[in-house]
């Protein structure tokens, strides 16, 4: 019932940008932590961005504080990651999910959307 779709990925030169979107639907939107997690190949998953229900409060992780903002439009059941300064490092599979925020349980995930950082 829960479906977490996320869009925006695609090939990007370093420097550059891209703006993720996660389109959310089967529960109460506002009401939830979110976040955004990575999988680069062969590195372990990294939660880069999470965004509280609560207000705005957002932490981020250190490999992309200052280059990415998290955010969402709680009318429209949508999170955003906009991603600014991006770097050969930030290539991986971006994926939504529920909860995230200060250790939050997190789940489900949507299917990814894939970034890549080349020139």
């Known amino acids: 019932q829960v479906q977490l779709v996320e869009s925006g990925g695609g090939l990007v030169q370093p420097g550059g940008s891209l703006r993720l979107s996660c389109a959310t639907s089967?529960?109460?939107?506002?009401?939830?932590?979110m976040g955004w997690f990575r999988q680069a190949p062969g590195k372990e998953r990294e939660l880069v961005a999470s965004?509280?229900?609560?207000?705005?409060?957002?932490q981020y992780a250190d490999s992309v504080k200052g280059r990415f903002t998290i955010s969402r439009d709680k009318a429209k059941n949508t999170l955003f990651l906009q991603m600014d300064r991006l770097e050969v490092e930030d290539t991986a599979v971006y994926y939504c999910?529920?909860?995230?925020?200060?250790?939050?349980?997190?789940?489900?995930w949507g299917q990814g959307t894939q970034v890549t950082v080349s020139s």
């Open positions: 999910t529920r909860g995230g925020y200060r250790g939050d349980p997190i789940g489900p």
């Open positions: 089967g529960f109460t939107f506002s009401s939830y932590h």
């Open positions: 965004i509280a229900w609560h207000n705005e409060n957002t």
